[in-house]
Structures are given as C-alpha cells and as structure tokens.
C-alpha cells in the first residue's frame, strides 16, 4: 500500500491542531518474534518507533501501553508503561527496548485501557495500535470502536496493522473506521515507518475539518434468484480498487465488517458469491477501499429462496481446514456429506466425507491440496445413491507462522507463538537444517494440545547448529510442510563446584549452573564413564531449592569419580559439565 497524501488526508498541516494526548499500543505479543526480510518483527519495530519519536511534535503528550508482555497465555497482560507526557520520547523508545514479546493479543481491552487513560469521554484523545495481529481474546473490535466513537468527545483510533494478511486486515480494521481514523497495512520496515509518520508524528486536525471524499460511482446487479447456501453470481461496475469487495448483509444495514459473505471485485465480473443460509431478504452491496476508510456505493435488495436439500458452508476453505457444513435434505442412515474434485461423478473414492447422521451442522475436512472441489448431499437410497445438491468449493493454500527466539541455548525448551490450519493431526517439528521428511523429527508438538490455540513448546536438541522449526499439515491426502523458519542454538553452558575428596557413603553438596530445563540432572558416576544411564547417583536440578544448589551421596566404595551434568535434549541426553572428585 502507498502512504503518499495520507498526511493530506489526515489533514495534518497545522501545529495548532495538534492532538492534546495520545497514546501508542504496541503489540508486544510471542508473534511479534516472526521475521519480516530476515529481522524479527520486533526489532524492526523498536527501530522504526525510535526513529520516528525523535520527529515528534514538541507540544504532543505520548505515552505507550503495551499488551503480551508480561505472561504466557493471559488475556489481562496489559500495562500502561509511559503515561502521557510531552517530551517523553526517550522513555518510550527504552520502555519498548525492554518489552520480552510473548503472550496474546487482547488488542481491543488494550485500546479501551488506552481511550480510559486518555479519559476520552471527556477530551480530546487518540489512540495508535500497531498490531501484528488479530484479536485472540474474545473481544470484538468492530463493537469496540462504535462505542468508543459513541461515547468519546473527539476519540480517534488509527490501527496499523504490520505484517497482517488482508483478511486480517478486514477484522481489525473496523476499528479504525468507526472512529474515523485509518487502517494502514505495513508489509516492511519503510511502510511502518511511514504509517507511524503519519499517525503518531503528524499533527492531526479535527475531524469536523477533514475534506470530504468524493465516492464514485458503482453498480451492483444479482442474476437470478439463490437458493439457501447457493452460489450467486454478481455484476458489477465500479472502481475496481483493490481491495473493493461484494458483500451480502442483513436487509438495510449499514456496517462495514461482518458480512454474512464477500467476494473480492478482483474476480472480475460477473463474480461469484454464497448465499446465506436462512430464507429472506439481505442487501447486496459494493464496498470501496477509500483513502479514509471503506464506503458503501451500491447497494440492492436481493431474495433467498427455500430449498428442500441445501449445503451451507464457506466457499473458500484453506487446505486441511475441518469446517462446519449446516445440511438440509432428508437426513437417512446412510446419507452423507463429501468433497469430490470439481467435474467429479462418481460415488466413491471421495477425498473427505461426513455422515449426516452425525449431527447438523457436520464437521469434515478440507482436502490437502489447493483447486476447485465440489461438496455434495448424497442419497442412500434402496436402489443407489444419489446426488441431491452440490454446492462448488474452493480450497486454497493455507497460511501458516511460526514466530519464536531464533537463537537459543541448546536442550533448552523453546516457546513458539502459532498460526495455521490447527487440524487434527497438524504438528510443530524439530529437525536439522535441511532436513525435507516429514517423518524422524527430533521433536514435536500437536497443535491441538494447544492450551490457548496460538502457543507451543518443544525441547530443543542438544547440539549446537542450524535447525528448523516447521508446521506440518496432516491433511486427508499426506502430510505437507507449511511453514519453516531457521532456528540457531548455541552450545549449553554449564558449571559445577563441589568438594575435591569426600567420605565414602556421606552426603555432600555442590553448586551448579545450567540451562535447567525439564529432565536435566547432575549425576556421579566412575571416572571417564561415557554412559548417560547407570549413575550410581543423580540430583534433578528442578528439585533445587534455590536453584543453584543440590547434594548428592557418595558411593560406599572408595575411588576416583566425576560429577557431571547432563542436559536432557531433543535427541538424546548430553554431558555438557564434568569435575572429578575422590571418595576416600
């Protein structure tokens, strides 16, 4: 996206228009970890953010919350880190090189927290959330923004979403508009700097004085009469913007985000669009990617008909994606719900399939390969099955992210931040650069033992080297690798102090240090044992009171031994510490 004339838009000229506070949210959640150009998005980020700071307005009172900073997995993980204050650049800039990057994303509490903060409801206020992320606590920021726009005095959110798909855009956008501040999507380090230009150093005036757009023509015109669940074909004319999609919604609503369902104009015209699944009357619309914000510029009344057998589903589905399918026919022992390729005819040999019997809606499986796939009603019927409704679906490639340190010690456990299809089956692996099977991981994790749906850990090996941390898809037709990025770990460091000579079957202490990650141990065993079983004695260090400190018994036979540590790693158990010591 281009950011020239925003500052025009955002009418930004003029000093004595300068907002009275503001406050930046900075997305300091575990996918923050994800690189963009080889850099994590984090660094890039408290780059960007310093830099620009040093542009700010003299006069403008920032302050920075951050949220995911803090804990794993907690949606409250929400801290006010500067309050708003001129001249407060330079502490912003330290608290954002102090944030660790690893919890959730409660984005929509964050920016309410922000508004309060600003005391919003009784002046003047603006708030800037970069994200790069959807919201993954249960809220809804398009609600969010509509009661902030109502309850506010002059209250404006602008939302950069940095590294964000499109249809992540499209679920945190709304929260921008309906404060009439801007979306910007930033794909790399100059698009954040420039959507962080515009909306934290620009002067913004008031919204009473921001120029009107012209909105440009557009026309929207149904073919014929959906069914339930039914595709529908669109004409249309119009701009043609990216981003401009086709929308159906509720007879005469006017919100934008929501919709029952799109299609994007880049289709072409005619478009195909699904119908919703109850019978009524909904409203077709054109909606256009402004350069403030989204606007409705055609709009029709369309009917859905009823339908003895219907298939209500997505028309898109990324591959390996499980979905609900709400049926409607006769509903037999025997029936059943599949996905055949697109053309196909037969009554066997489906790619995925779900009996009816098993509930309504259904639930079955996205095949694993992107294409054009036909789902179907099939009739058991005493004489042969039959075809009873066939609905077209399209599967395409999923997305999927791996966001994590990339470069850790050794045998230590690695935290990895998540996106993807979450399938029964999909899994996160270990395994050496390079390595192309997707089978022989040196460790792995399935998603969906998942506690929060977005994070995971697995040991790491205990060798240093070059690694790769990878999504696996364990889709109907094979497994397929989604997402892999590179993962460096570093020798493990260890330490151990203890007595030179000790007494036959007397106990004694020792001090060590270590990664001490689950299942490592300080053992004694007899000088020069390579072994990593058999120790005539061992200490977990996850038992140490301090953690620092254990003891150990010596042996009741006099000898030369060696205290060691060992790491317990991805791949097999490693010495990485050992010191002699002598039993008299």
Same mark, same amino acid.
């Given at each position: 996206?281009?950011?020239?004339?925003?500052?025009?838009?955002?009418?930004?000229a003029?000093?004595?228009n300068a907002a009275?506070r503001?406050?930046i949210?900075?997305?300091?959640?575990g996918?923050?970890?994800?690189?963009?150009?080889?850099?994590?998005?984090?660094?890039?980020?408290?780059?960007?953010?310093?830099?620009?700071?040093?542009?700010?307005?003299?006069?403008?009172?920032?302050?920075l919350?951050?949220y995911?900073?803090?804990q794993?997995?907690?949606?409250s993980?929400?801290e006010?880190?500067?309050p708003?204050?001129?001249?407060?650049?330079s502490?912003?800039?330290?608290? &954002?090189?102090?944030l660790r990057?690893?919890?959730?994303t409660?984005?929509?509490e964050?920016?309410?927290?922000?508004?309060?903060?600003?005391?919003?409801t009784?002046?003047?206020?603006t708030?800037?959330?970069i994200?790069?992320?959807?919201?993954?606590?249960? &809220?809804?920021?398009?609600a969010?923004?509509v009661?902030l726009?109502?309850?506010?005095?002059d209250?404006?959110a602008?939302?950069?979403?940095?590294?964000?798909?499109?249809?992540?855009?499209r679920?945190?956008?709304?929260?921008a508009?309906?404060?009439?501040?801007?979306?910007?999507q930033?794909g790399n380090?100059?698009?954040?700097?420039?959507a962080?230009?515009d909306?934290? $150093?620009?002067?913004? =005036?008031p919204?009473?004085?921001a120029a009107?757009?012209v909105?440009?023509?557009?026309?929207?015109?149904?073919?014929?009469?959906?069914?339930?669940?039914?595709?529908?074909?669109?004409?249309w004319?119009g701009?043609?913007?990216?981003?401009?999609?086709i929308?159906?919604v509720?007879?005469?609503?006017?919100?934008i985000?929501?919709?029952l369902a799109?299609?994007y104009v880049?289709a072409?015209?005619p478009?195909?669009?699904?119908?919703?699944?109850k019978?009524g009357?909904?409203?077709?619309?054109y909606?256009?990617?402004?350069?403030?914000?989204?606007?409705?510029?055609?709009?029709v009344t369309?009917?859905?008909?009823d339908?003895d057998t219907?298939?209500?589903a997505?028309?898109?589905v990324p591959?390996?994606? $499980?979905?609900e399918?709400?049926?409607k026919g006769?509903g037999?022992?025997?029936?059943?719900?599949?996905?055949?390729?697109?053309?196909?005819?037969?009554?066997?040999g489906?790619l995925?399939?779900?009996?009816?019997?098993?509930?309504n809606?259904v639930?079955?499986?996205?095949?694993?390969? =992107?294409g054009?796939?036909?789902l179907r009603?099939?009739?058991e019927?005493?004489?042969g099955?039959?075809?009873?409704?066939e609905?077209?679906?399209?599967v395409?490639? $999923?997305?999927?992210?791996?966001?994590?340190?990339?470069?850790?010690?050794?045998?230590t456990v690695?935290?990895?931040n998540?996106?993807?299809? &979450?399938?029964?089956?999909?899994?996160i692996?270990?395994?050496?650069?390079g390595?192309?099977?997707?089978?022989g991981e040196?460790?792995?994790?399935?998603v969906?033992?998942?506690?929060d749906?977005?994070?995971a850990?697995?040991k790491?090996a205990?060798?240093?080297g070059?690694?790769?941390v990878r999504?696996?898809?364990?889709g109907?037709?094979?497994?397929r690798?989604?997402a892999?990025?590179?993962?460096?770990?570093?020798p493990?460091?260890?330490?151990?102090?203890?007595?030179e000579?000790v007494?036959?079957?007397?106990?004694?202490?020792?001090?060590?240090?270590?990664?001490?990650s689950g299942?490592?141990y300080?053992?004694?065993?007899p000088?020069?044992y390579?072994?990593?079983?058999?120790?005539?004695?061992?200490f977990?260090t996850d038992?140490?009171q301090?953690?620092k400190?254990?003891?150990?018994?010596?042996?009741?036979?006099a000898g030369?031994y060696?205290i060691?540590?060992v790491?317990?790693?991805a791949g097999g158990?490693?010495?990485?510490?050992?010191?002699p010591?002598?039993?008299q």
């Amino acid at each position: 996206m281009a950011f020239a004339g925003l500052a025009a838009f955002l009418g930004l000229a003029s000093p004595a228009n300068a907002a009275d506070r503001a406050i930046i949210v900075l997305d300091a959640s575990g996918s923050m970890w994800g690189q963009i150009d080889g850099r994590p998005k984090l660094q890039i980020a408290r780059e960007t953010l310093r830099s620009v700071l040093g542009d700010l307005p003299a006069d403008l009172e920032l302050g920075l919350m951050a949220y995911g900073h803090r804990q794993k997995g907690v949606c409250s993980d929400i801290e006010l880190l500067v309050p708003p204050a001129a001249g407060s650049a330079s502490a912003i800039a330290e608290a &954002a090189d102090d944030l660790r990057f690893l919890g959730k994303t409660p984005l929509s509490e964050a920016v309410k927290q922000a508004a309060e903060a600003l005391r919003y409801t009784e002046d003047r206020a603006t708030v800037v959330l970069i994200t790069d992320g959807i919201e993954t606590c249960n &809220a809804d920021p398009c609600a969010l923004g509509v009661e902030l726009e109502n309850t506010g005095v002059d209250f404006t959110a602008h939302v950069v979403g940095f590294g964000l798909s499109r249809e992540e855009g499209r679920q945190v956008a709304c929260l921008a508009e309906e404060t009439g501040g801007r979306y910007i999507q930033a794909g790399n380090e100059a698009e954040l700097g420039d959507a962080l230009t515009d909306t934290v $150093a620009a002067k913004p =005036a008031p919204k009473e004085e921001a120029a009107e757009v012209v909105l440009p023509p557009a026309t929207v015109a149904p073919k014929g009469t959906p069914s339930i669940g039914a595709p529908l074909d669109v004409e249309w004319s119009g701009p043609g913007a990216e981003g401009d999609y086709i929308d159906i919604v509720p007879l005469g609503s006017e919100k934008i985000g929501n919709e029952l369902a799109y299609a994007y104009v880049e289709a072409g015209s005619p478009l195909r669009i699904r119908a919703p699944g109850k019978v009524g009357q909904y409203t077709l619309r054109y909606v256009w990617e402004g350069p403030d914000r989204r606007h409705v510029l055609a709009a029709v009344t369309i009917d859905v008909a009823d339908s003895d057998t219907a298939l209500v589903a997505p028309a898109t589905v990324p591959i390996g994606k $499980a979905f609900e399918v709400t049926w409607k026919g006769p509903g037999q022992a025997g029936d059943y719900i599949d996905i055949v390729p697109a053309g196909y005819a037969e009554f066997s040999g489906e790619l995925s399939y779900a009996y009816v019997e098993s509930g309504n809606p259904v639930s079955i499986r996205a095949p694993g390969n =992107a294409g054009n796939y036909a789902l179907r009603y099939v009739l058991e019927a005493p004489d042969g099955r039959k075809l009873l409704a066939e609905v077209p679906l399209t599967v395409v490639e $999923a997305r999927a992210s791996l966001a994590f340190q990339p470069t850790v010690m050794a045998g230590t456990v690695l935290d990895i931040n998540w996106t993807g299809p &979450a399938a029964a089956g999909d899994y996160i692996d270990l395994v050496p650069a390079g390595y192309t099977d997707v089978s022989g991981e040196l460790a792995y994790f399935y998603v969906e033992n998942s506690s929060d749906g977005e994070s995971a850990s697995v040991k790491t090996a205990g060798d240093a080297g070059s690694y790769l941390v990878r999504y696996v898809l364990e889709g109907p037709d094979g497994r397929r690798v989604l997402a892999a990025e590179p993962l460096v770990l570093t020798p493990a460091q260890a330490s151990i102090a203890a007595p030179e000579a000790v007494e036959a079957g007397t106990s004694f202490a020792f001090e060590w240090t270590g990664p001490n990650s689950g299942g490592d141990y300080v053992d004694l065993v007899p000088r020069g044992y390579t072994e990593v079983s058999g120790e005539l004695a061992y200490f977990y260090t996850d038992m140490s009171q301090d953690g620092k400190t254990g003891t150990l018994t010596a042996p009741e036979a006099a000898g030369e031994y060696d205290i060691r540590y060992v790491l317990e790693a991805a791949g097999g158990r490693k010495v990485v510490a050992r010191v002699p010591i002598s039993v008299q």
